[in-house]
Structures are given as structure tokens and as C-alpha cells.
């Protein structure tokens, strides 16, 4: 099987699904003649031209509500980010506009928003972001954020043919980091299915993101202790997969979340009260969390690696539910 | 009427657009080198606008910059050194370590520094310009918007804003042809970004970028007119980004004809050339002013680089007025884990 960037496979899947659907264009900023600022729509241009890869405006709120206008009349937009971050200028089109259209009239949105998120490469404050619990507390909207390439290009498929308005979250610091199978050809990754990353016994390590492969090596390190952790990636945010979740967690009876979002507010705290409504009675130990402190994304090296939670971290939590 | 220059003004300006070049020159070999952490964002080119609006500027003014305005910081009392530790990430410098480039200021500085969403800033600066009228103070507000900035909604909202309430606002619009690899003619369809200003009933002037005195005395028509009370100015300068976006960007979808053309535009020799046609300035006067500007990079970087990286702790710091106490899991403690690291 070819072996692929999480870039390289988020492309692939863009690109395949252009191929299939001609309903399918791109707009965003930089993203035709340039290929965008990561390169992830380099060589759409030459091939779909300018009706279908448009270079638009630095006009985010523009970009997202012609989305959806287009959306709405039968065509299947995929709307860039050139930084996640800057998702915030189009809030009011997503959470008032995309996501009660279908409750308010029945209408669908299928639009995808997608975009760089997340730390690790010294952004700063205003490229580093991770946003998905603005929008995580608004029903009507999807949210996944792959961790390998082969969740990536099955997800941003998914994403493309799902009737709803979905927002798509790319880990820069993964793009060109990590590698992975990724079949040739047509498949999916359904969205709202978690997918366990390890199997194990004693810990269930429940992330998404750049964090998976932070708890990955975390488990590893303590499988030496004796410990078998399971790492269940969740992959769709919103909708939550509460069966696999709870599931893994009802078997281990502890469990640590992991994100690399700040802490208040995070989606920790709701899988947390998930599990303590639904499976309290199977829990050994209480439901810990792993993540960044509520504070915005420092600049500086030794800041910014202090802030991200670190794979030690995710060590010491698991050390602390598993010895309760 | 115009203002005219005093020979000094006009040698200080000097200096300060040669002091911008000087610094970013060696920012760019820092970035080389690997000293600096993240991108290097150079204003190669628009040293004049930067320089020459700011010095229009008065004390008590406010002034707010965007990427390409460091001769505008220079200008505004800014050191060297401060921009060294920025781009260093150094626990010495402005914000220490929290924020990078030209992310700083304060207000007792009168520099109110952008956040990098592309626009807000034009908003902002109409209630600091809000507030000076409100307080009766003669104190405007400078901003800057590049091309490609000038498409966000926040920057329509601001300009329609101050225009109602006649804020002393002063925009200068940066059209230096490309917003990262993009055209102008892709970001609006006007060949002037000045003309907007009659559809916000405003006045709108637009100007050589690269003739600092131009420049210079736009910018004191604008200032004046807000202080008299009639309101903001949308000024622009017409002038070209000389390097990519940003140093990873080697800009090769720029035609080099355009290249060529500005290069023989260059403000700084512009201003060379003025100063020795008018018997102001010679070869020696400039370069004693470079050899000042150098022996003080000099001094300024070597503070930065034997500067410490910023303490760990420092992330937890500030985010309210009073310190809060942070959330921890009971499993963890980030207190107790930085003074096991330090
Ligand atoms: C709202 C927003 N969208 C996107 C970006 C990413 N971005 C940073 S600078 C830039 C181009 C800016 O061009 P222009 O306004 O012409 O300024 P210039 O770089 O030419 O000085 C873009 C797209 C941003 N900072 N803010
Ligand atoms: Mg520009």
C-alpha cells in the first residue's frame, strides 16, 4: 500500500473527490496560484481551473457564507482557512447561518471548512490555535480532526458527501510528520465513529489530533510498568461516539482525556460528564484530563512546549488513575 | 498649504528608513543563521510610507502598525534591541516571549499593537480615536491596512464607523501589489484603494509610497483635518513589496519587470538623491549615519542574543489582572513540575 504524509493524504482525498463530484470546488485564499500557504492544494489549479479553485479575497466571512449560498442550491463547496485561527472572522456565518439552516427550514449546507489548527511550530498566539470547542457547543455543525493519513483522506471524503455543515481540522504539525498506509482509491471514514488506536486492559487514553500520537508513546512507555493502555482516537468531535467511548471505558474502569486544547470549557469536560451520567458505576478511579492551561498560545519555545502537554504528563496521569 | 521639511526632518527620516533596512538586514542573516524563531516578515521596499506617515505623527498621538511599519515603530521611539528580542523569542523582550514580530506596545507608548487577524485593528482605532474626542483631547489615531486587508469586513466596519461619528482617524493603505501571493485585481476590482473613501464620505488621497515627502506631507493634511474635527482620512500609498511575503516565500510568482521597476524607485535612494540634489546631504553624511545605525545594531543585538530564553512559569502568567489558581488535574501539577524542571 502507498505510504503517504497526513498532507499528502488530505490532498489525495481532496482531489479524488473532485475527480467524482463535479459539484465539488475549492475557495479560499492563496489556495489556487500558489497552491495554498501549506501546499495542500497545489496542482488543482492546473488541473480543475479557475471555476473550481478560486483564489478569493482576504475575506473569511465572505468565503464561508458563499459557501453556503452555494451549498444551499446544490453544489458541495470545501472552504479554506489559510490558519485555522482565523475561522473566528466567519463565527456568525457557521453558528447562525450553516447550522440552523436545516433546523429552521430543512435546508441542507453541505459545506466543508478546513484548515490548519493546532501548536507546535511556534505560530504564536494567532497560528497556533485550536478551536473546536467555539463551535462544539453549536448543534447543527460537525467537527473531526484526523490524526493519521488514512483518517485524513477517508475523513475529508466523508466530510465532502456528508449533508450537514462540517469543519475539518488539520494538525499543521502532523502535515509532513507523519506517515501512513493509505490505500489507492475510494473509502471512507464515517463520521461520528471513534477508532481505537491500541488495544488494552487496565487505562483507556481517550484524544484526537496531535495528542494521539503524544498518548501513543505515552502507553508505550507505560506498557514497560505493566500497564496496557487503550488509546481510542476519537477522530469526529462532534458528533461525539459515546458507544466507543464508554465501552472502552466500562472495560477499563479509567480514564485519562487528552486534548491539546485549554482546559475550561474543552471537550474533556464533557466526555467526562458523559461517562460519569452513563457508566459511573464501572469507574475505579476518577476521570483525570491531560491538557493545556487556560491561558492563550505563548510565542517562545520554552513557553509553548510548557503550555503543550507533554507525552510525561500524559505518563503521570496515567500512573495516578491506575494506582488510585 | 504644505508643510515643508527642515533639513534635520529630512535627515532624520533618513535615518530612520535606513536604520529599518539595517535592522531587517541583519534579522534576515539572524534568520539564516537560525537564530530567530518563526518567520521573518521584511519591509524591504516601503521603508519610506512606514517611516514618514509615523513621523507626521505628534506626542500624545496613537499609533498602531501592521507587519510592514517597523520603520514606523523606529519612528515612534522603538529600539532595536526590543525587535531583536521579539524575533528571538527572549525573555527580555517587549512581551516576553508571549507574542513575536512587531506584536507589542503600550498604551503609555501611544503604540497599540496588532493582533494578526488582518482588519481589526481599523475598528480599535476608531475608539481610541472615539475616546480622544470624547475626553477632548487633540491626540489622532494611525493605522495601516494593507491591499489585501482592505477585503475583511472589519475594515469596512471601522472606516463607515469613524466616517459617521468624524473620528480623527488616520488609515494609510499599503497597496504594494500583492497580499501574500495574491494580486491586487484578485483582492478588488478598483485600480485605487482611495476611492472607497467617497463611498464612506470620507476624504481619500493617494500618493507615491516611495516619495517620503509626499508621504510625509499627506499625512500632516490628514492629521490636521482630524484635529480640526472633520473626520478620518483614507490615505493610501502606492508602493511594492521588494521581498515574498515572508522569507520562506521567495515571491517567484512576482514578474521581475515589476521587481525592476520599483527597485529604481527605492525610497531610500529617492531620498539620497533629494538630499544631494538640494545640497542637504553627500556620500560622507550617509555614511556616518550608517556607521551610527550599525554600531548601535550592534550594541542592541548583542543584549539580545546574550539575553535568556523566557522562565517556563512566565506561560501562566498575566492572563487577568489578578492571577486566578490554575485548574490542575489532581494527577499533575504544572507549579510543582516547573520547579523540578528549573
Ligand atoms: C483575517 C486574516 N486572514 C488571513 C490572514 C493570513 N494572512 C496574513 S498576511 C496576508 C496577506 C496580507 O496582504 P496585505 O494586506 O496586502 O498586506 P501585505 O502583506 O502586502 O503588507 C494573509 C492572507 C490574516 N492574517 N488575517
Ligand atoms: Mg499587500
Redesign the pocket.
Known sequence: MPVLTYLEAIRQGLWEEMERDERVFLLG??IGVYGG?FKVTEGFLERFGEERVIDTP?S?AAIVGAAIGAALVGLRPVAE???ID?IS?AFDQLTNFAAKCRYRWGAAVPIVVRGPCGGGVHGGP?HSQNVEAYFFHTPGLKIVEPATPYDAKGLIKAAIRDDDPVLYFEHKYLYRRIRGEVPEGDYIVPIGKADVKRPGRDVTILTYGWMLHKSLEAAEIIASEGIEVEVVDLRTLLPLDDETILSSVAKTGRAVIVHEDTRTGGIAGEIAMRINERIFEYLEAPVVRVTAPDTPIPFSPPLEEFFLPQVEEIVQAVRWVANY | MEEALTPKQLLDMYYYMKLTRLVEERLQRLYRQGKIVGGL?RSLG?EGESVASAYALEEGDFLAV???NLGALFVRGVRPWEIFTQYMGKGTSPTRGKDNIVHFGSVERGLIPPI?????LIPVMAGIALASKMQRKRSVALTY??????S?GAFHEGLNFAAVLKLPLIVIA?D?????S?P?HK?MAIENIADRAIGYGIFGETVDGNDVIAVYQATRRAIRRAREGLGPTLLEVKTF?MRG?AEHDDAWYVPRELLEYWQKRDPILRLETYLKEHGLADETTFEEITHRIEQEIEADLRYAEESPMPDPQIALEGVYAESPSVSESPSISRESEVKARS
Not at chain 2, 145 to 150: L, V
Open positions: 485564499e492563496d500557504a482576504i473569511e482557512m489559510q490558519f482565523f472572522i494567532f | 516578515y516601503q501592521m507587519i510592514r494578526s487577524h488582518l482588519g481589526d491596512i494593507g491591499d489585501g486587508g482592505t475583511t499599503e504594494n501589489g500583492y497580499a501574500y495574491t491586487k483582492q513589496r511575503h
